[in-house]
């Protein structure tokens, strides 16, 4: 009978237990990518207890467990720098992030997250976690909780409130400062308001991640995609900040090809001394409420001032001028087929479906302006999410070759049956490898790799996540790389991908050959402990 891997260790260890060649892991015989972008090696890793301790051979480790793993890569867990951590609370096991290779993610982008964080993180940390997690401080949460949804800019006192919330924030752990200034109430803050409150994060070394505030051409003058990334690379500058253009992407067809002027920009300002980049998610479709395609000013002091502002003869032509504008031009993609419910409360059969079936079920033309009513009774019925078919794949491209881009989900947690989300929130970093790598050839492997883990790890400051070196943690994942795909399709979301076998988080395997474990070895990360 042939000794089992415990016995094999518990004699190693009455030989001196402690000594380098025993490991509590060890990930045998496979190609390591380590998340510099440097190229792969054969290699193996020994981890004890949450720590990689040895790199190399290690033939003659014994390990109170061994994967044999050859022909698959190694690489450093995934950091995700934009992840939706809202049902974190309910779905403390992240499974559909873990099973991409996810072992870090970033919360509270786009403005939002939770206030006070400190006691948020508290909680989280209690029930435990099937990942790592970080938190920033959300500009629109700030404005939210000391303003309402008010467009008007702060007084002096609201300005030194809102500082408040944001040195609190950061001393309980925040990593840095999100805007979302195309949603609410961040539309109604103007350049000054965050520059101060982006300082605040700075001085406590956190950084900027900014959804702009307008990803198109935009409907008034002087506010385009262009603007919004000269806006960005301002507060870079003014508050002194690491900055991050996230989720970019070129919105509507009217400004398709700009990413080559928007990547210049980026350019131009690392030369200058900004330390700028970005973050992106692989797909032509964006996701969010349906209350993108309605103008900010017609939704301040919510949804009853909304409707009422709607009973007015004058303000409903604008408002639904406006829509109809953002339809042909902006996220509808000029075709209501394009426009596809995700999450509709009030009637989940439209759930999958779009804009142009909801119009002909109704027995209507299928035209912007009609598409523009729906918009406005979706948003009176209490509002929906929606996945908006209105990028093109050569911006997509553009984006992810540069290289200063992350790739990051944009996804929220969820699990199958919930909705029909955007496929990114199960499939961002298999479909990365497996499309854009394999099939595509748009990245090199090592450097997909440097983009999902060393990269945005640095951003977030986190110098042992994000790279497979000795002493740093042990987030690693295992990935096969002839197979790794995502699922997910927009007709099909709710699917887990494929050629991920092996997912650890520190020390602890939670993905075991496939199966996922409810094992919750993540940990809430605060900034500065
Ligand atoms: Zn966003």
């Known amino acids: 009978m042939r000794p089992s891997p415990a016995l094999l260790f518990a004699l190693a260890c009455l030989a001196g237990c402690g000594e380098s060649a025993s490991?509590?892991?060890?990930?045998?015989?496979?190609?390591?990518?380590?998340?510099?972008?440097?190229?792969?090696?054969?290699?193996?890793?020994?981890?004890?207890?949450?720590?990689?301790?040895?790199?190399?051979?290690?033939?003659?480790?014994?390990?109170?467990?061994?994967?044999?793993?050859e022909g698959m890569i190694v690489a450093p867990g995934f950091v995700d720098l934009h992840t939706h951590l809202d049902p974190l609370l309910r779905l403390p096991s992240a499974e559909s992030h873990v099973r991409q290779g996810v072992t870090t993610a970033l919360g509270a982008p786009d403005g939002g997250g939770p206030l006070p964080l400190g006691d948020y993180l508290d909680e989280a940390e209690a029930l435990g976690l099937g990942m790592n997690v970080a938190f920033l401080v959300g500009h629109n949460s700030v404005r939210r909780a000391v303003m309402g949804l008010e467009?008007?800019?702060?007084?002096?006192?609201?300005?030194?409130?809102?500082?408040?919330?944001?040195?609190?924030?950061m001393g309980e752990g925040a990593f840095g400062i999100s805007t979302g200034l195309k949603y609410l109430p961040g539309a109604f803050s103007e350049l000054d308001e965050v520059v101060a409150?982006?300082?605040?994060?700075?001085?406590s070394g956190g950084f900027y991640t900014s959804?702009?505030?307008?990803?198109?051409?935009?409907?008034?003058?002087?506010?385009?995609?262009?603007?919004?990334?000269?806006?960005?690379?301002?507060?870079?500058?003014?508050?002194?900040?690491?900055?991050?253009?996230?989720?970019?992407?070129?919105?509507?067809?009217?400004?398709?090809?700009?990413?080559?002027?928007?990547?210049?920009?980026?350019?131009?300002?690392?030369?200058?001394?900004?330390?700028?980049?970005?973050?992106?998610?692989?797909?032509?479709?964006?996701?969010?409420g349906i209350s993108i395609l309605v103008p900010a000013w017609a939704q301040a002091d919510g949804p009853d001032a909304f409707a009422e502002r709607f009973e007015d003869a004058q303000l409903?032509?604008?408002?639904?001028?406006?829509?109809?504008?953002?339809?042909?031009n902006d996220r509808g993609g000029n075709d209501l087929s394009r426009v596809q419910f995700a999450r509709v409360s009030w009637d989940p059969t439209l759930e999958g479906r779009t804009l142009r079936d909801w119009a002909e079920r109704e027995?209507?033309?299928?035209?912007?302006?009609?598409?523009?009513?729906?918009?406005?009774?979706?948003?009176?019925r209490g509002g929906a999410s929606a996945i908006y078919h209105a990028l093109d794949e050569a911006d997509v491209e553009a984006i992810m070759s540069h290289p200063f881009t992350?790739?990051?989900?944009?996804?929220?947690?969820?699990?199958?049956?919930?909705?029909?989300?955007?496929?990114?929130?199960?499939?961002?970093?298999?479909?990365?490898?497996?499309?854009?790598?394999?099939?595509?050839?748009?990245?090199?492997?090592?450097e997909a790799v440097r983009k999902m883990t060393r990269l945005p790890a640095s951003r977030i400051g986190l110098p042992d996540r994000g790279r497979l070196e000795e002493g740093a943690f042990a987030d690693i994942v295992v990935f096969d790389p002839q197979t790794v795909r995502d699922r997910a399709t927009f007709q099909d979301p709710h699917q887990y991908p494929e050629g991920i076998p092996w997912v650890?988080?520190?020390?602890?395997?939670?993905?075991?050959?496939?199966?996922?474990?409810?094992?919750?070895?993540?940990?809430?990360?605060?900034?500065g402990r």
């Open 504 to 527: 650890i988080v520190n020390g602890a395997v939670t993905v075991d050959d496939g199966r996922f474990d409810d094992v919750r070895p993540g940990r809430v990360l605060r900034r």
């Open 23 to 69: 490991y509590d892991l060890l990930i045998r015989g496979g190609t390591l990518i380590d998340g510099s972008g440097a190229p792969r090696r054969v290699a193996d890793v020994g981890v004890r207890g949450d720590r990689i301790v040895a790199i190399g051979d290690l033939a003659d480790g014994v390990a109170a467990r061994t994967i044999e793993v």
């Open 151 to 169: 467009n008007r800019a702060p007084t002096a006192g609201e300005l030194d409130e809102m500082r408040g919330w944001v040195a609190r924030s």
């Open 197 to 203: 409150l982006s300082r605040v994060a700075a001085d």
């Open 211 to 288: 959804h702009l505030r307008e990803e198109g051409i935009g409907r008034t003058p002087g506010l385009s995609l262009i603007d919004g990334v000269g806006e960005a690379l301002e507060i870079g500058r003014r508050a002194e900040i690491p900055i991050v253009l996230t989720h970019h992407k070129v919105v509507g067809q009217p400004l398709w090809g700009a990413a080559a002027t928007t990547l210049a920009m980026v350019d131009s300002a690392r030369a200058a001394g900004t330390d700028a980049m970005i973050d992106q998610y692989p797909y032509t479709a964006t996701y969010t």
């Open 406 to 446: 992350a790739i990051a989900s944009d996804g929220r947690l969820t699990q199958p049956g919930s909705g029909h989300p955007h496929p990114r929130w199960y499939g961002t970093f298999p479909r990365v490898l497996g499309r854009y790598v394999r099939d595509e050839g748009v990245l090199e492997l090592e």
């Open 316 to 328: 409903r032509d604008s408002i639904l001028a406006d829509i109809e504008w953002a339809i042909i």
């Open 363 to 380: 027995g209507l033309d299928p035209t912007p302006a009609v598409g523009a009513q729906l918009v406005v009774e979706a948003m009176r």
